[in-house]
């Protein structure tokens, strides 16, 4: 083969090469990974001695390479670059010469074929690092508008509800002070306060939710609210076989936090914990204390969570439950809840293993300033 002869064959390789990598970008749809392991596939094909060719591109200090790239003893690169900065590499490289006559070197057109390589893969990985960023900025705006929807679907209907609510309940408590009831009525009244004051609660899930019910932050003690929490319901779940077991610290600091609202977080992760305990089990509710924070975790022996459901506990109206047996508001107010009062919720759970939810509180609340 003469030289004129060679020229051409290389560089209808090179061509060939380029274009193989420009379908790639196009068909990969942005996909990074689908893109490296394309290229490494298709960069070797391209050089004088294919058979003995290896690739690489590192990024960001991760490398990925074909096969055989650790035993190349003659290599190549070029600069991955991103707005005039360097994020990475890409390489080629021979294994070794296949004979001691031939020695294994890279021609001219070759390095500026890599150099062409590493600039198209550059624009490449620029568009697919915008459109992953796109992706995230609308996932994110479109929870956050769906969290304004419910937000104030929840306000109007909380608001709705609470008028007609509390004349039913006036009206028993009226009934009950007059006297002249049979047991039979006496049950059946007892069984509307019951139902009223369970929807009072779930009405006031949803203006915590919403927002609509102010903070009023004093002074609390973590031990105390859980003592008096636990006081209402450990007898009742007794007879499910659930055993609440305290471990709370003794001389808890105190802190600034609205009272109601921490025996509401408190309340809504027992009565999680019990729903995932349909066989019974028992409930850890520990407190610990340090000089610029508190922290309340409650852990079960349940079911547990996937990794799936995991992910969306915190979302409103989500349930796992059966229908009737939970608004899926629980956890969403807990977390709204821990917001409002600068904290941190963590998640611990697998399938079998049971749950943990760990929340941790600063004693101080900073004022928030108000805009202008």
């Known amino acids: 083969m003469n030289s004129n002869e060679f020229k051409l064959r290389e560089r209808v390789k090179e061509l060939n090469c380029l274009y193989k990598l420009s379908r790639v970008a196009w068909e990969a749809k942005n996909d990074f990974d689908v893109i490296v392991s394309k290229t490494l596939e298709i960069l070797p094909t391209a050089l004088q001695h294919p058979d003995a060719a290896e690739a690489c591109i590192s990024i960001d200090s991760r490398d990925y390479s074909t096969r055989g790239f ?18 990475g590499t890409v390489k ?22 890599l150099k062409a390589v590493a600039q198209e893969l550059s624009l490449v990985m620029q568009r697919a690092s915008m459109e992953e960023e796109k992706h995230k900025l609308q996932v994110q705006l479109q929870h956050a508008e769906r969290l304004a929807f419910v937000g104030e679907l929840s306000a109007g209907i909380a608001h709705e509800l609470n ?29 509307i306060i019951k139902a009223s004051l369970y929807s009072r609660e779930i009405i006031k899930k949803l203006m915590i939710f919403s927002r609509q019910m102010p903070q009023q932050i004093t002074k609390v003690n973590l031990n105390t609210i859980v003592h008096n929490i636990l006081y209402f319901i450990d007898v009742r779940f007794q007879s499910r076989g ?15 936090a609205d009272e109601v609202q921490m025996s509401q977080v408190l309340v809504n992760l027992i009565t999680n914990a019990v729903h995932a305990m349909p066989g019974g089990g028992s409930i850890h509710v520990i407190t610990k204390g340090n000089t610029t924070n508190v922290k309340l975790i409650v852990k079960d022996t349940g079911i547990g969570m996937t990794a799936e459901v995991k992910d969306r506990i915190f979302e409103p109206f989500f349930t796992t439950k059966e229908v009737g047996q939970g608004t899926g508001l629980g956890l969403s107010v807990v977390q709204g809840i ?21 929340i941790q509180l600063p004693l101080k609340q900073e004022k928030k300033k108000r805009s202008s």
């Open 70 to 87: 650790d035993k190349t003893t003659t290599v190549i690169a070029a600069e991955l670059r991103f707005d005039k900065k360097k994020f």
């Open 338 to 358: 821990v917001d409002s009062h600068n904290g941190q919720i963590s998640v611990n759970t697998s399938p079998g293993k049971g749950t943990k939810f760990e």
């Open 92 to 113: 080629i490289g021979y294994r070794g010469s296949r004979s001691r006559k031939e020695k294994m070197e890279f021609l001219p057109e070759e390095s500026r074929l």
């Open 163 to 191: 008028e007609p609510l509390g004349r039913v309940l006036g009206f028993a408590q009226l009934i009950r002070k007059a006297g002249s009831l049979n047991e039979q009525q006496e049950e059946d009244l007892e069984r």
């Open 242 to 256: 659930i055993t609440i077991i305290k471990q709370l610290e003794p001389n808890l600091p105190e802190m600034m």
